[in-house]
């Protein structure tokens, strides 16, 4: 029973799928360049083509001559003349735009009969740049995406790394120019709540053809001058590998410190940050693209450093603020000058202590041994002499010395 209805279906699958006339092929024409629109026929003699869109002549064919029928087409249509006896009466049309798409039809008369195929026309300017940036223009700081002349209007959609709790809300303008190419721009208010959040645009084209991504993340970090720093890029999952860079912004002016490019496995730092900046190139590949600086010095590396993993259709952007503080080196130096004072003091309290001691001893020896008098002064001296410096020093400073003791505490208590 089964396999007789099978059968059944499929024959009449067959016969129904025999009798339609061509199914309407579909074509993608990109925006500006040349496009095919497919037609064939079984060739005869005396051929009369004529093409229409939505029953519009477009262009039209005839043993003699071709030409376009209407001025939206003028000197943009032709036939592959040549090739018609063979059977192929396919358009050629030139410098697509979005005012050609639609459903065509060939219609082919010939001595033996008629012959119609429709062709379904899409034009398509394709995504080619999306960016992803930072924007505090209109009063607080907005995430903005962007991307131009892009045809048809493609979608846009948001997402955070984590994810949060909060609904993204999103303000998305497309704006068709002359051309009906849209500018799409998405605006994004940033979250106060998680500061540390990777912002993802993604933007799809209309017929699904092509998706892109963007992501953008900032922080701030701290360095003391003079001790090694790593400033964090950590590329998301989805994100090729294939390059990284890395550059420097401070006070408006942008450098480049390194490239790396994962095919070659080549990595280049231009010249001053050859010395400073270190790149793990085994890590890079693995997503972890974090810079390290040797040695930072607080007024040359204090600023702005951005790494950006790219390729063709992703790009994920870190910005991070790098402050290189010299105060602490100071603070450094000043705890290391107090540290010799504290010593220094020490030992003048215990020195004086000592020779205080010392004396009492003397002054009684003296009244129970004065015999042995000279052997001890000259045992006796060299620890005097050194006394004496040491008093000369904490003495002729008390007040540096209570302010190391202040500032002691300041270190006690940052
Ligand atoms: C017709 O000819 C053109 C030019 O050679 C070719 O590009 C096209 O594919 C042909 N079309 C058909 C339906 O054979
Ligand atoms: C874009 O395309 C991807 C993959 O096809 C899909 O997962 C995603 O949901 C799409 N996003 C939008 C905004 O259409
Ligand atoms: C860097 O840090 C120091 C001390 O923490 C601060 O005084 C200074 O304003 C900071 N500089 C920048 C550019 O943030």
Partial sequence: MAVTYTWTCLLLWISTSTQTTTPDAHVTCAFLEDCVLPCSFQPDSDEVIRWLKQEVPVHSFQRGG???????????TSLFTHMVSHGNASLHLRGCGPRDRGRYKCHVRTSAGVHEAHVIVRVEAPIRALSLELSRLSGYEEVKCTTRHVYPAPHVAWATDPPTAQPLRPITRKLADRQGLYAVESRLRRLNSQSELTYICTVNSSYGSQTWTASLREREINGVEGKDLTIPCHAPPYQPKSSLSWSFTNHNEEALILTYDSQSQLSSASAPWEVCAR??????????GSLQLVNPVSLEHTGTYTCVYSSPQNTHTEHTGVNISAVTGERMRSQEESRWWIIAVVIAVLALA??????????????????????????MKPVKETTANERGLSESSPLTTGETLSTNVNILTP
Wanted: aromatic share 6%; net charge neutral.
């Fill in 66 to 76: 071709e030409w376009s029928e209407h001025e939206q087409y003028a000197g943009r």
């Fill in 279 to 288: 790149l793990d190139v085994l890590k890079v590949a693995l997503g972890d």
């Fill in 354 to 379: 000592l020779t205080g001691i010392l004396g009492y001893l003397k002054v009684r020896g003296n009244q129970s041994k004065p015999r042995k008098r000279p052997e001890e002064t000259s045992e």
